[in-house]
């Protein structure tokens, strides 16, 4: 099941890069909707990387580096692309779902459940 979540993990990362790069549809009527898709896009991100490695998600720093250093490139080339414009208040959404969900996800793993 681990190499099933981590395809999963890559073809999110592939598809929110489409998403983040690709010409925005316009305005939503819902004020700040984009930063709450942020957030539970990284929530979500996090929730299936955590679930493509054998331990809890914490004990893997340098993939939680890797999700921050993820958003912080999306907003880098957004900065450049005419048609998209990077935010700080997205990062910090971004940043958020990964925090919010390093708090509630669990802090061991069985390997009976695996």
Same mark, same amino acid.
């Given at each position: 099941m681990i190499k099933l979540y981590r395809c999963l993990f890559i073809a999110l990362v592939f598809l929110t890069a489409y998403a983040a790069f690709?010409?925005?549809e316009g305005g939503s009527s819902i004020p700040h909707i984009d930063k +709450?898709?942020?957030?539970?896009i990284f929530f979500l991100l996090s929730f299936v990387l955590d679930l493509s490695v054998e331990e809890p998600l +914490?004990?893997?720093p340098f993939l939680i580096l890797f999700l921050f250093f993820y958003? +912080?490139?999306i907003e880098f080339v957004q900065y450049f692309l005419s048609y998209r414009s990077a935010e700080l208040f997205d990062f910090l959404s971004d940043?958020?779902?990964i925090l919010v969900y390093l708090v509630i996800a669990p802090r061991n793993k069985s390997r009976a459940t695996r």
């Open positions: 690709s010409p925005s +709450i898709f942020h957030f539970l +914490i004990k893997y958003a +912080i490139l940043s958020m779902g």
